[in-house]
């Protein structure tokens, strides 16, 4: 069995990987950044947008299962991710570094929308399995760039500390999501 039963949350979760990892490959600097020039490299401005659009994503998603969820495990790990992924939002904007948009960022945010658009058209058991199939996946992924891209490029210290707990609480947030998933069968 496929652990993404839904085959239009399957292909979108796919594709996101996919083009994630070709813009990773090819850098996902904004053109008002001098670091543009260099594949792969990414400012602490381009940083932060992205930890904040992987955020935004989080909330996003979940705002929907305060709505449409119907396992009580599923409704509350949605609220957590409301609080969780909202404090560190203010973290990073309280660090006084501007955002810059990139296309990882975009690409983010675009991924957040299509997902919730999915959602949007599911209800009962079904919602809450790919739900929590959706949050699996996007944890995964801002974890992935966590390690491998955003806490490795950081350069101010403060943005690195705001990041390594970020880096924590999505770790936490993705074995809680594992086990959630497999308590809906």
């Not at 739900?131 to 995964?140: F, L, N, S």
């Not at 491998?148 to 990041?163: E, K, M, T, Y």
């Amino acid at each position: 069995m496929s652990l993404f039963p839904f085959p239009r949350v399957r292909a979108r979760i796919l594709a996101t990987a996919v083009l994630g990892a070709a813009v990773l490959s090819l850098g996902a600097c904004d053109d008002d950044d001098d670091d543009f020039l260099r594949p792969g490299v990414l400012s602490d401005r381009n940083i932060v947008a992205v930890a904040i659009a992987a955020n935004d994503g989080e909330i996003q998603t979940s705002q929907v299962a305060l709505v449409r969820a119907t396992d009580a495990a599923v409704l509350n790990f949605a609220q957590e991710m409301i609080t969780d992924h909202t404090d560190l939002n203010e973290q990073l904007q309280g660090l006084g570094i501007s955002p810059s948009e990139n296309a990882l960022s975009r690409l983010l945010m675009q991924t957040a929308a299509q997902t919730t658009q999915t959602l949007n058209q599911l209800s009962g058991t079904a919602f809450d399995r790919a739900y929590m199939d959706a949050q699996i996946a996007m944890h995964q992924s801002t974890l992935d760039l966590l390690e491998d891209n955003l806490i490795p490029q950081a350069g101010n210290g403060p943005l690195r500390s705001v990041l390594l707990e970020m880096e924590q609480d999505v770790t936490d947030h993705l074995q809680q999501a594992r086990q959630i998933r497999a308590g809906l069968g």
